[in-house]
């Protein structure tokens, strides 16, 4: 019958953003209007006192209403952390201290006693202060945490409590997958509902924890190693008009490519940041086990030039290197690589040209198990080098120029387990046939996000009602 009374709650509660604009302008006006008649020497006029006086009674009640919305917002809306912990406290505080105003304005007028002239004045000067305080948190309640202080100059910005961001901080010094490709992801179209200061469903995807528990279905939102098994995806795949799809309200989904990107690092273990893992990682814990340790020098002198190198645990002298955070002339690689070529064990030269005598010199990394070389201008015959290497596990060639014939040359190495095709001039066919030959090799290409669009497409002609559902809404 009617309105369930929690849902007329969080309706009143959702009105707060609309209503609060109404007793802070208000509240403001008074002080700008007193400051005004103050300076005109008008303080005395009966018709400014009682404009004033009903002006602060509309004022204060309107506070108190945005108030009580505000905590059933709170309550009901999924939100947790310190930053509501003070949004509600201060907010509490203006209402308060708009009331006081009123009851000293009252006195003042009625007993003309200067003390209530004094605390009036007081109270209303700590009211809007207070104002703004609320206002700042309710800013990052709604916008994130960092959105004011991300853009004010220094030292405001750390006067404002300016969280420095890790991702960005530690560029050069994390290689991991969550902290370079995921977490970016998770922040730009997760966290804003399912974070720190707002746990919509129960669920924080900020918290690994917290993340693989999963919110108030009971259902795991990562499974590690699985990624249709996990929520999370499984969420990211439906329909849009499906009230259960994410993110939800028409908010901006992942690319594609992003949402590869997701599974992968699922299907990879999940790993969090500073977490290492995949089939690479193993291997290269075995291989480090006879490994000379690495020529500090030549780690120092990489490391000078903006490149990442990471040791891969204390016990293990193998390196993660990135380099692709700069542009290398091929002089410079093979002067910086050279000296540790027996140590590398992962790689990333992305957006770096690649040069005969680059990839000659990679060839000779013989302890490389991962290789990412996205953006490299690489052709058929720069790769076929890459071939020697004989613990390869996974191989990123995205974004070059290699024909199925350069894949020939890479695919039957040993030990791989994974190559990325992306943006690569390989015809349907051929990487149809690849799949069917290697089978136990994953092979991610923009293909077949194509070719299960096209197959879709055919689907929907037929009659039979459960084909109308295209690849975004494949329900898993
Ligand atoms: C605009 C807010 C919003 C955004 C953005 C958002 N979600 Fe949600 N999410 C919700 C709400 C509300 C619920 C609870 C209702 C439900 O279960 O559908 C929810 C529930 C979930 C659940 C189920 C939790 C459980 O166990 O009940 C998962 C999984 C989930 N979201 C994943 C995601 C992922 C992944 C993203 C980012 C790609 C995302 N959400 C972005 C609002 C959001």
Not at 291 to 310: F, H, Q
Request: aromatic share 8%; charged share 15%; proline share 5%.
């Amino acid at each position: 019958m009617g309105i369930s009374e929690p849902s007329l709650l969080l309706f009143l509660g959702r009105l707060h953003p609309l209503v609060l604009h109404f007793p802070v302008a208000l509240l403001i006006a008074v002080v700008i209007v007193e400051v005004f008649a103050r300076f005109r020497g008008i303080t005395n006029s009966p018709i400014f006192q009682s404009t004033i006086y009903f002006i602060l009674i509309v004022g204060a009640l309107s506070a108190a209403v945005t108030a009580a919305m505000g905590w059933s917002l709170a309550h009901h809306g999924g939100y947790v952390g310190d930053t509501i912990y003070w949004h509600k406290r201060f907010g509490l505080a203006v209402a308060l201290l708009a009331i006081l105003a009123l009851l000293f304005k009252r006195l003042s007028l009625q007993k003309k006693m200067a003390s209530f002239k004094y605390a009036y004045t007081t109270t209303l000067f700590l009211c809007v202060s207070a104002i703004f305080v609320t206002g700042h948190y309710g800013g990052m309640l709604t916008h994130g945490d960092n959105f004011l202080s991300s853009a004010a100059p220094e030292p405001m910005a750390s006067w404002l409590g300016k969280t420095t961001n890790r991702a960005a901080t530690d560029k050069y010094l994390t290689t991991d997958t969550f902290t370079t490709q995921i977490e970016p992801i998770l922040k730009h179209y997760c966290y804003q509902c399912h974070g720190e200061s707002k746990q919509q469903g129960g669920l924080n995807l900020n918290k690994q924890d917290m993340a693989l528990a999963g919110g108030d279905s009971g259902v795991a939102a990562i499974t590690p190693g699985s990624a249709l098994n996990s929520e999370a995806i499984r969420r990211l795949f439906m329909l849009r008009e499906n009230k259960k799809a994410m993110p939800p309200d028409g908010k901006p989904r992942p690319s594609a490519e992003e949402l590869v990107a997701l599974m992968d690092w699922i299907e990879n273990g999940a790993p969090w940041a500073g977490e290492a893992s995949g089939p690479s990682t193993f291997l290269a814990d075995i291989l480090g086990e006879n490994a000379e340790p690495a020529d500090a020098t030549a780690i120092e002198m990489l490391r000078r030039t903006g490149a990442s190198v990471k040791e891969i645990s204390k016990t293990n002298p193998l390196l993660m290197v990135n380099l692709s955070l700069h542009s290398y002339s091929p002089q410079q690689l093979t002067q910086l690589l050279a000296p540790l070529k027996h140590n590398i064990a992962w790689l990333n030269l992305s957006n770096n040209k690649i040069t005969k005598e680059v990839s000659e010199l990679i060839s000779e990394c013989s302890q490389i198990t991962q290789l990412i070389l996205s953006n490299s201008a690489l052709n058929d015959d720069l790769i076929a080098p890459i071939a020697q290497l004989k613990h390869l596990v996974v191989l990123n060639l995205t974004s070059n120029e290699i024909s199925i014939d350069g894949v020939n040359e890479v695919i039957g190495l040993p030990r791989l387990e994974r190559l990325y095709l992306w943006k690569n001039p390989i015809e349907t066919e051929q990487l149809d046939q690849l799949k069917l030959a290697y089978p136990s090799i994953k092979i991610t290409s923009n293909i077949a996000l194509v070719q299960t669009n096209a197959s879709a497409t055919k689907r929907r002609k037929t009659p039979v009602k459960t084909s109308t559902k295209n690849i975004e809404g494949v329900e898993l």
